[in-house]
């Protein structure tokens, strides 16, 4: 009998385990947001996402920045067909957007507040966090329009060519500190979800 209730004791215990295991999971914090973390400098992106010059077909005035959500990445118009192409990180699937916006502001070393709704989606996040290294929103950030997302650099460079943020679009932050000394405030910035033909 007493080998009969060990084996019901591990029996429960084991199928408690197996139960709370997906909720568990589900509870693991957002690896695309880690407050605190440092930046690995030395961290080589993939030539994919890396800055570079290319040939860029567009009716947009040279300094217009055009983000392209679905290549995830960001073109800095130039003269003479050509633009300054960036790696980016962008929303996760439901968080991408598409628009016409001005870049309102520029801020080094941004504080960090993030919105309520994204403190519902991730109550593991602080309510503020003050500009840093270990600071999510990186070197640097260009605020979009009257909306909460940014233009902003990352301490998870692992996270640029890939659809992870919360709607916002995240560069290393050599990339985008190089991008914020090129473009002032009044800066056109049109988002899309689809490439053109």
């Not at 973390?37 to 030539?47: C, K, M, N, V």
């Not at 920045?65 to 990180?89: D, K, N, W």
């Not at 309510?127 to 329009?145: D, E, Q, S, T, V």
């Not at 985008?176 to 490439?195: E, F, N, S, W």
Request: glycine share 12%; proline share 8%.
């Amino acid at each position: 009998m007493t080998d009969f209730r060990r084996l019901t004791g591990i029996f429960m215990a084991a199928m408690g385990m197996i139960l709370s295991a997906p909720q568990a999971f589900a509870q693991q914090p957002d690896r695309g947001d880690e407050p605190g973390l440092i930046a690995d400098d030395g961290y080589q992106l993939d030539p994919e996402w890396q800055k570079q010059v290319v040939y860029f077909r567009t009716t947009e005035a040279p300094g217009t920045i055009i983000v392209s959500t679905a290549e995830r990445h960001l073109y800095l118009v130039q003269p003479g067909g050509r633009a300054i192409r960036y790696g980016i990180g962008v929303g996760r699937d439901g968080f991408q957007w598409q628009g016409l916006v001005t870049i309102t502001n520029k801020k080094e070393w941004p504080d960090w507040t993030p919105p309520a709704e994204m403190i519902q989606r991730q109550p593991y996040l602080p309510r503020f966090m003050a500009g840093g290294p270990g600071n999510p929103l990186g070197a640097r950030a260009m605020y979009l329009g009257t909306t909460v997302y940014r233009i902003h650099g990352t301490n998870r460079p692992d996270t640029i060519g890939t659809k992870v943020s919360s709607g916002c679009f995240r560069l290393v932050n050599n990339d985008v500190a190089d991008l914020y000394d090129r473009v002032p405030v009044g800066t056109k910035v049109i988002i899309r979800q689809k490439p053109e033909l």
